[in-house]
């Protein structure tokens, strides 16, 4: 059951919810395929994107999500709003709240924007991505996909690699993957660690091969410049040369394990070309995934708060 108003981060979901979450998600992901599966089951709703930051995969698939659910979506295009005249997060919140939006999916560069913008508006708030804090989306996709290929969680070794310490990826995932029995084991160089992470139930490995040695996934990073107030390693070569995945470094992992990362990716620094490009990527798998989850959570969240009542021919678990 998942019954909240918001969708902020995985920190404080259950298991048991993140699982229902990913229940409903399945029953969605055959309309992206099939025109004649959609419905118009999210027609009377209104979302719009906040976004402050870049993005493709998330701004886009939240788009095609509500849209392939009849929703009416819209963008506030931040470079171009009053943002730029100094409009705080809270004013423009409300404001959008009474033009009868039910949903603001946000993605901000401070850690806790999403909290506060929901503490603060009528709207369902969907955490986009908050600094170096959560991304739930993007680890409940990344969960969808690990489940799709491993079928259960429990005992999974999970390698996740590179600039863990500004990653809102790697937390969200390692509350995600820890709550379902998981074992996550993050690496990378000594200055994008971060020790901390270990009381969160992940292991800590600075030493790449040990990392991935009998990995069930392989899950890379994207160096975070943007968050990085100090050059963290000399140069890319130099982070490619030590921490970069490729074949000789996959071939450490079981036969089997999944090739992931959340994009966009920077080719041939976190991974080798050949890597992201192999026959276990599910690179791609992932952005796909990614719509069928933001339609999960999409009509949940409506339903919670009561703008959605009838869900089409889908029925609510
Ligand atoms: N993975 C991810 O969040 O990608 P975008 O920045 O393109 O949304």
């Not at 100094?86 to 009474?98: H, Q, R, W, Y």
């Not at 040990?210 to 160096?223: F, N, Y």
């Amino acid at each position: 059951m998942f019954d909240r108003k918001d969708l902020l981060g995985l920190k404080d979901l259950s298991g048991e919810e993140i699982f229902y979450i990913l229940r409903i998600a399945a029953s969605m992901k055959e309309k992206i395929d099939k025109p004649p599966l959609r419905d118009d089951s999210l027609g009377k709703a209104n979302v719009a994107t906040l976004f402050y930051e870049n993005s493709t995969r998330t701004r886009m698939s939240f788009f095609a999500a509500g849209q392939l659910l009849g929703a009416q979506m819209s963008d506030l295009g931040v470079s171009t709003s009053s943002v730029n005249k100094g409009e705080s997060l809270i004013a423009t919140g409300k404001n959008l709240d009474e033009m009868g939006v039910n949903v603001m999916v946000l993605r901000h560069q401070l850690t806790g924007a999403a909290h506060l913008l929901a503490e603060n508006v009528k709207a369902s708030v969907i955490n986009g991505g908050d600094g170096a804090n959560e991304h739930p989306t993007q680890a409940l996709l990344d969960l969808y996909t690990v489940l799709d290929y491993k079928k259960a969680f429990t005992g999974l070794k999970v390698a996740i690699i590179g600039d863990v310490s500004h990653s809102r990826v790697a937390r969200s995932n390692v509350f995600g993957l820890v709550k379902l029995g998981a074992k996550p084991v993050l690496s990378g160089p000594p200055t994008m660690l971060d020790r901390r992470m270990e009381t969160l139930g992940a292991e800590v490995e600075p030493d790449l091969k040990k990392a991935v040695r009998d990995a069930d996934v392989v899950m890379g990073l994207r160096i975070q410049l943007e968050r990085q107030k100090a050059a963290a390693f000399p140069d890319l070569r130099e982070y490619t040369r030590f921490f970069g995945v490729d074949e000789k470094i996959l071939e450490l992992a079981k036969p089997d394990a999944l090739v992931m990362h959340p994009g966009p990716v920077n080719r041939g620094v976190e991974m080798s070309c050949e890597v992201i490009d192999h026959e276990r990527s599910v690179i791609l798998e992932q952005a796909k995934n990614g719509v069928a989850v933001r339609m999960a959570v999409l009509t949940l969240l409506l339903r919670n708060t009561g703008v959605v009542k009838e869900a089409g021919k889908w029925q609510f678990l």
